[in-house]
């Protein structure tokens, strides 16, 4: 493998780590290569290692003052959203928020009852491919319907005020919507060989086409009694203009009482689960939303 091949070699966690052994034997003798500093922050990112991603982009910084990518994501991967406007700083990696702790113990325990008697009701994933909605396991596998009331009691109203109180739609740069106002809602189950290939969680169907800002609730019981199921969030390239081949991704792994919302147009997958345990308790979870603009707004 060559450097030059990073580009193919980048959806390979393996090689991911062999470039990194690389590129940082590398890096020690040339401490001020920014081009250098970014390849590593890049793939650190993609294998979801956010403390070692920011320590090599502000590496980037540092030898390149005023480096626009660079502070994007130094803002996006502390938690800040990307407060670097995306339309400056010219990076088409998609923006996204995280809060871990989000619900307290009481309401936790509350969706872990909700949950449980909604499972006998969960069905296996539809999903739309070339505008018809339907079970395509190639795509997707999993079980989920739309959260019962209970659970739509839980995260509405927080989300609501999460979104308001951070400015969340301000920072992910959704310019369709001003508010939280029409949610859909849904339960997600995840066992093992279950994943959601990539996809935009908007589309042209009556049910997507209004969505706009997405968030993703993960939980599971602790200790974690399956691996896999990381979020990726898929950078686009450009290419005269027009959206072009993705080059490199955000991992975000699965963290229990975490919720993370990102541009409902943003290309992302859910990387296979693997469970030994039987149990569909033992799984992943995944509380979705989507909040719809207002009909009339395009
Ligand atoms: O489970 C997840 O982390 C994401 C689920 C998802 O992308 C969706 O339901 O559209
Ligand atoms: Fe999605």
């Not at 079970?135 to 659970?151: D, E, M, V």
């Not at 005269?240 to 992302?268: D, K, M, W, Y």
């Amino acid at each position: 493998m060559t450097e030059t091949d990073i580009d193919i070699a980048l959806f390979s966690s393996e090689a991911h780590r062999l470039f990194l052994v690389q590129l940082k034997a590398k890096a020690v003798t040339q401490p001020g290569n920014a081009a250098l500093a970014w390849r590593i922050a890049q793939i650190h990112r993609a294998l979801g290692e956010f403390d070692d991603a920011l320590h090599y982009y502000c590496a980037v910084q540092q030898a390149e003052p005023g480096h626009p990518e660079a502070s994007y994501f130094i803002d996006l991967l502390s938690g800040k959203g990307g407060n670097t406007p995306l339309n400056t700083c010219g990076s088409l990696a998609p923006p996204f928020i995280r809060f871990e702790n989000f619900l307290d113990a009481r309401m936790q325990e509350a969706l872990w009852q909700a949950t449980t008697e909604q499972l006998p009701e969960l069905h296996p994933s539809v999903v739309e491919e070339y505008g018809v909605v339907g079970l395509h396991q190639n795509t997707r596998r999993s079980h989920s319907n739309r959260a019962g009331q209970r659970i739509r009691d839980i995260f509405y109203q927080r989300v609501a005020e999460l979104v308001e109180r951070h400015d969340i739609i301000g920072k992910l740069e959704i310019s369709n919507l001003d508010a939280v106002r029409d949610l859909q809602i849904s339960l997600i189950a995840y066992g093992d060989g279950d994943y959601f290939k990539a996809h935009r969680d908007s589309g042209t169907m009556p049910n997507n086409r209004l969505r706009e800002l997405s968030f993703v609730y993960h939980f599971f019981r602790e200790p974690k009694r399956f691996s896999g199921g990381a979020l990726y969030l898929y950078d686009a390239g450009q290419v005269a203009g027009e959206i072009a081949q993705v080059n490199n991704f955000t991992c975000l792994h699965p963290v229990n009482n975490s919720i993370t919302f990102f541009p409902s147009r943003a290309l992302h997958e859910v990387t296979p689960i693997e469970c030994a345990s039987k149990n569909p308790i033992d799984g992943r979870f995944a509380i979705t939303g989507w909040a719809l603009r207002p009909e009339d707004n395009h």
